[in-house]
């Protein structure tokens, strides 16, 4: 009787996923949690190592309410992409350094964390463990959580006594509800997303719900996202809520530099790359919010945005206007450049791409 429930269960387990599934409209996935079927699990016990890493149904999972993440922010996360090619085979983009970020966060919120085989190993067990829910070629990706996390209980302040690394994925297409049409921004000057000393370098996840009421405020008034300025000048370019910026003019192209503040994307970092292999002349420096103004166009990078093309930026209540409405052609150049590699349709020559 027993394995005949368990039969009804595997049963009604696969009708619910194949509905699931095909309720999907894989043509406008925009970037929204949708469960899958499995998360991984790795569990890192008082004074050991992370080992025993497993496959489970997705689902809750259970914390103590003391748990050091839930008490104090002791988190990371971490964000990548799996594409399908075109001949089926799953691709994955630079999983190292997303291994090797966390492995930096960790330091910084005094944990510990996996190796980076060992998160490499558990991505692709993952993204294979949810192949059904990558988009069809061309119509998005699934986009890859690993989180870091202490799950141990505390009280005072103090590292937590376990951590749980875990991943989750989720199918997703454009992240900003503009599509691939260029988004406006608006600079914050009281707000700061992050100060010298402080975590804007790591992917804390406090970081994060520090932009929520600068950005909350920022979306009632119709623009797409902020843009934050350095806390102490009040006038150096730092990041918008979920990426990185970059200025164009002419045949170069500048960054803010990685200070502490910034935080070091793989997709920046890439683009640096592919817009140094493309001719220009890239800076990565002190940028102020005074070259907006005559800047040719302006796009932000990240796993998530990929390149997002910016169409105006507001300052002091007064809007900067770049293009026509349109991405520009640098931009552009850059996105298809970057796309066309992460989706297999070129030669990877610099070894970006992790072939499952
Ligand atoms: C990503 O681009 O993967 C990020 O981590 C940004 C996130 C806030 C969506």
Known sequence: ASSLARCDATLSDTISKTSRLADIDWDNLGFHFMPTDYMYIMKCPHGGNFSKGELRQFGNIELSPSAGVLNYGQ??????????????????????????????GAERMCMPAPTVEQFVEAVKNTVLANEHWIPP??????????????SGP??????????????????????????????????????H?????????????????????????????????????????????????SCNVFVVKGNVIATPAITGTILPGI????????????????????????????ADEIFCTGTAVVVSPVGS?????????????????????????LTKLQMGLVEDNMDWIVEL
Do not use: W
């Open 75 to 104: 988190g990371l996360f971490e964000g990548l992409k799996a594409y399908r090619k075109q001949d089926g085979n799953i691709l994955l983009f630079r999983p190292d350094e997303n291994a090797l970020r966390l492995r930096m």
């Open 137 to 150: 070629t061309g119509k998005g990706s699934l986009y890859i959580r690993p989180l870091l996390m202490g």
């Open 154 to 191: 505390v009280l005072g302040i103090a590292p937590a006594p376990e951590y749980t690394f875990l991943i989750f994925v989720t199918p997703v297409g454009n992240y900003f509800k503009e599509g691939i049409a260029p988004i406006n921004l608006v600079i914050e000057t009281d707000v």
């Open 193 to 241: 997303r992050a100060s010298p000393g402080g975590t804007g370098g790591v992917k804390s996840i406090g970081n994060y719900a520090a932009v929520l009421q600068a950005q909350t405020a920022a979306k009632a008034k119709g623009y797409s996202d902020v843009l934050y300025l350095d806390c102490v000048h009040k006038k150096y370019l730092e990041e918008v809520s």
């Open 267 to 294: 997709t920046r970092k890439s683009i640096i790359d592919v817009a140094l292999n493309q001719g220009f002349e890239v800076e990565e420096r002190l940028v102020t919010v005074d070259e907006l103004l005559n």
């Open 313 to 337: 930026i507001t300052y002091h209540s007064k809007r900067m206007s770049y293009g026509d409405g349109r991405i520009g052609n640098v931009s552009q150049q850059l996105l298809t450049a």
